[in-house]
């Protein structure tokens, strides 16, 4: 008897464009497709990092100032080189690389959409055999397709996201995708080299048991932040027990866990320089995204994370992102009205 394969991400990309998107060209759906093939290159050079000698830094500093490690190096090479030449994007701004990415003269130029992406989150867990990830965010673009993409095309609030996803190399790899038709999770089976639907229609439960922030940081916060960390531990909350602590270190894994178990991730801002440390980009408008779609919520501080019209490339935001309840908890907090 013939084994049952499952459905295939490309299938399901596929289905879903027909149900919903009748006449769509099919860039979109080709571009999600082209998303999870880079996704199994990296997913591969992540898997050999211990044995090949992919580990360590390049020796560069990046945008960020932090020292660039080589696999990031090479997801970004990996990204770009998959969808250099589709004619699906317009350009693309990468977490790495400081400037927008424009498509190269010889390829097609007019494409209608633009890529965000963050190539390998989490860079300082590779070492050290952690979850890392991959995130990515989709808009229209917004300039004539006469022209080249320009910053403009990037300068969208997340609400106007037309898609968004991560991949993330753990015990197994996984790629979760939301493009407006709910959250959707695929697991690698690495004996076929394809991405299976394990997880149709995640979504969140409205309140959890579990917090997750980097608690080390206490004395650089606010006092409304120290007093919301406080109220989510002390045992007036979740029915007496308090809320248990995971924090892992790599945003796409803390998300992860709390998407599928529920939970609240939080970044919060310095209280010196008031900024947070996570990219609105490439990391806090596409796990929005997704936490919405999932039934869940994402703030800033008093703002909707996806209503936040960005103002630079690599800005950076405070997140507070999970469970409705538990994020609607912080923004309480967070305005001063607990
Ligand atoms: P990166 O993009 O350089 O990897 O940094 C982002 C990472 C996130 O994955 C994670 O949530 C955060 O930095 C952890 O920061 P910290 O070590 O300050 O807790
Ligand atoms: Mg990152």
Same mark, same amino acid.
């Given at each position: ?5 499952g ?10 464009q027909r ?19 880079a996704?199994?290159?990296?997913? +591969?050079?992540?898997?050999? %990092?211990g044995l ?5 830094k @390049?020796?560069? #500093?990046?945008?960020? *100032?932090?020292?660039?490690?080589k ?6 090479k990996?990204?770009?080189q ?20 424009p498509?190269?003269?010889k ?13 390998l ?9 952690v979850?890392?990830g ?10 004539p ?13 997340? +609400?106007t996201?037309v898609? %968004? ?5 753990g015990?197994? @790899?996984?790629m #979760?995708?939301?493009? *407006? ?9 690495p004996?076929i ?5 394990s997880?149709p229609?995640i ?12 608690e080390?940081n ?12 406080d109220?989510?531990k ?12 995971r924090?892992?270190?790599?945003l796409v894994a803390d998300f992860?866990r ?5 939970g609240?991730?939080m ?9 947070g ?6 990391e806090?408008?596409p ?7 999932? *039934?869940?919520g ?6 909707d994370?996806l209503?936040i019209?960005p ?14 309840e538990d ?9 001063g009205?607990?």
């Amino acid at each position: 008897m013939a084994e049952r394969l499952g459905i295939t991400i490309t299938k399901h990309i596929m289905e879903t464009q027909r149900k919903h998107f009748p006449d769509a060209t099919g860039d979109f759906s080709g571009l999600l497709t082209e998303l999870s093939i880079a996704g199994k290159v990296i997913s +591969r050079a992540v898997n050999k %990092a211990g044995l090949v000698d992919v580990l360590g830094k @390049t020796g560069d #500093v990046n945008v960020q *100032g932090e020292e660039v490690q080589k696999l990031d190096d090479f997801a970004d090479k990996v990204i770009f080189q998959k969808m250099d030449h589709t004619g699906y994007l317009c350009a693309m701004a990468s977490e790495e690389v400081d400037e927008l990415i424009p498509i190269p003269d010889k390829h097609p130029q007019g494409g209608r959409y633009t890529l965000a992406f963050d190539p390998l989150d989490g860079s300082s867990n590779i070492d050290v055999n952690v979850n890392i990830g991959t995130i990515f965010s989709i808009h229209r673009r917004v300039t004539p397709e006469t022209q080249k993409g320009a910053l403009a095309d990037f300068l969208q609030p997340g +609400r106007t996201q037309v898609g %968004a996803g991560y991949i993330i190399y753990g015990s197994s @790899t996984m790629m #979760v995708y939301a493009a *407006g038709d709910g959250v959707h999770g695929f697991t690698l089976d690495p004996s076929i080299g394809e991405f299976l639907l394990s997880h149709p229609d995640i979504t969140m439960p409205r309140r959890s048991t579990y917090y997750s922030v980097n608690e080390g940081n206490r004395h650089k916060w606010d006092p409304r932040v120290q007093r919301m960390v406080d109220h989510f531990k002390s045992p007036v909350s979740a029915g007496g027990a308090g809320y248990g602590l995971r924090y892992i270190g790599s945003l796409v894994a803390d998300f992860h866990r709390n998407l599928l178990k529920g939970g609240v991730f939080m970044y919060p801002a310095d209280a010196d320089s008031g900024k947070g440390k996570l990219r609105l980009l490439y990391e806090a408008a596409p796990l929005a995204y997704i936490a919405e779609q999932a *039934g869940g919520g994402a703030i800033a501080e008093a703002e909707d994370i996806l209503d936040i019209k960005p103002t630079e490339l690599h800005q950076r935001v405070p997140l507070y992102i999970g469970c409705k309840e538990d994020v609607e908890t912080c923004r309480e907090f967070l305005t001063g009205k607990r």
